[in-house]
């Protein structure tokens, strides 16, 4: 904090780290921030790197990183790039998986979608599609 600053209080770090109030609470209760010491009579100051943990936070949560998994990075830290390397490998394999899946159902609908007949009004093939057996089973 420089002389310039005025001290870090949660509003202050809620504002500068573009989050609100309760998302910097649950990260507390989730032991990923340190919850500072309250003076008798004052407010709380967080130091000026927690500004820059909650960015990296947010960050690995958009990149898919689950809450627990962002502390094992936080916890690891710098000297471990090898394990932190390990768990993005990880997370980057999931996603991988999850794009699979998703390219899948994709080619499923597209597949339903072409069976559709507006001028049919008989039946639906879309819905003739859905209920046949074996339709996405692996």
Same mark, same amino acid.
Do not use: W
């Given at each position: 904090?420089?002389? *310039? *600053?005025?001290?870090?209080?949660?509003?202050?770090?809620? +504002?500068?780290?573009?989050? *609100?109030?309760?998302?910097?609470?649950?990260?507390?209760? +989730?032991?990923?921030?340190?919850?500072?010491?309250?003076?008798?009579?004052?407010?709380?100051?967080?130091? /000026?790197?927690?500004?820059?943990?909650?960015?990296?936070?947010?960050?690995?949560?958009?990149?898919?990183?689950?809450?627990?998994?962002?502390?094992?990075?936080?916890?690891?830290?710098?000297?471990?790039?090898?394990?932190?390397?390990?768990?993005? +490998?990880?997370?980057?394999?999931?996603?991988?998986?999850?794009?699979?899946?998703?390219?899948?159902?994709?080619?499923?609908?597209?597949?339903?979608?072409?069976?559709?007949?507006?001028? /049919?009004?008989?039946?639906?093939?879309?819905? /003739?599609?859905?209920?046949? +057996?074996?339709?996405?089973?692996?």
């Amino acid at each position: 904090m420089t002389r *310039n *600053n005025p001290p870090l209080t949660i509003g202050r770090l809620a +504002k500068a780290a573009n989050v *609100n109030i309760e998302t910097i609470r649950h990260y507390q209760r +989730k032991g990923l921030i340190i919850e500072p010491e309250k003076p008798l009579g004052g407010f709380r100051h967080y130091p /000026d790197t927690s500004v820059d943990r909650i960015r990296f936070i947010k960050r690995a949560q958009q990149l898919g990183f689950s809450l627990e998994e962002i502390k094992q990075l936080l916890i690891l830290g710098d000297q471990h790039c090898r394990d932190v390397q390990s768990l993005a +490998k990880e997370k980057r394999n999931e996603i991988q998986q999850k794009i699979a899946g998703l390219l899948t159902i994709q080619t499923a609908l597209d597949d339903l979608i072409s069976s559709c007949h507006t001028d /049919d009004t008989s039946h639906c093939g879309f819905i /003739d599609g859905l209920s046949q +057996k074996g339709f996405l089973e692996k």
